[in-house]
T-cell receptor, first 111, second 116 residues
Framework: NAGVTQTPKFQVLKTGQSMTLQCAQD?????MYWYRQDPGMGLRLIYY???????DKGEVPNGYNVSRLNKREFSLRLESAAPSQTSVYFC??????????FGDGTRLSIL | AQSVAQPEDQVNVAEGNPLTVKCTYS??????LFWYVQYPNRGLQFLLK??????LVKGSYGFEAEFNKSQTSFHLKKPSALVSDSALYFC??????????????FGTGTQLKVEL
């Protein structure tokens, strides 16, 4: 079972470059989420999609955009990357109200 | 607003000894509570949840957690720790009355180190 698949696994960007992080799930879940993980701060929600066709801001949405392409796919875009966006990004999916299932993350460094 | 506190950044325990990782929460309404584990360079893996029912919840890999409503706590426990339990543990809470797709609030994590 693939579960939640994130691509790429690693990426280095220069300040000002743009990039899209991809996420796909094969569990037929309605809801999908993007988090960032920084040392000592746990996971913080960037954006979520409760169902196909809807997206909403989370705790730290500034500098990011998302697209729920279909039920399986939920992408996160950085339009103009900044060093403060250096982080590990996790995508998750869930039915409601069952637990969220996580991908293995994208490690993003912005120079 | 919902919140979670994990008061210990790190917990050290000897293999074979019982372990406890602490979590307290704040929500309006009845809480949905979760524990996740994260191994190096991996995503979070679900361990157990409390939504309703018995206050003692049993989960994966021999872990259990006790829901205490009066103390607003949901501590993770295991009777006998293994070296392989060494990992980063996260507590998370969801407000039971909130809409909007099952949003969780996570604690800052507790690093568990089990030594021989």
């Amino acid at each position: 079972n693939a579960g939640v698949t994130q691509t790429p696994k690693f990426q280095v960007l220069k300040t000002g470059q743009s990039m899209t992080l991809q996420c796909a799930q094969d569990m037929n879940h309605n809801s999908m989420y993007w988090y960032r993980q920084d040392p000592g701060m746990g996971l913080r929600l960037i954006y979520y999609s409760a169902s196909e066709g809807t997206t909403d801001k989370g705790e730290v949405p500034n500098g990011y955009n998302v697209s729920r392409l279909n039920k399986r796919e939920f992408s996160l875009r950085l339009e103009s990357a900044a060093p403060s966006q250096t982080s590990v990004y996790f995508c998750a999916s869930s039915p409601i109200p069952q637990p969220q299932h996580f991908g293995d993350g994208t490690r993003l460094s912005i120079l | 607003a919902q919140s979670v506190a994990q008061p210990e950044d790190q917990v050290n325990v000897a293999e074979g000894n019982p372990l406890t990782v602490k979590c307290t929460y704040s929500v309006s309404g009845n809480p949905y509570l979760f524990w996740y584990v994260q191994y190096p360079n991996r995503g979070l893996q679900f361990l157990l949840k409390y939504i309703t029912g018995d206050n003692l919840v049993k989960g994966s890999y021999g872990f259990e957690a006790e829901f205490n409503k009066s103390q607003t706590s949901f501590h993770l426990k295991k009777p006998s720790a293994l070296v392989s339990d060494s990992a980063l543990y996260f507590c998370a809470v969801r407000d039971g009355v909130t809409g909007g797709g099952n949003k969780l609030t996570f604690g800052t994590g507790t690093q568990l180190k089990v030594e021989l």
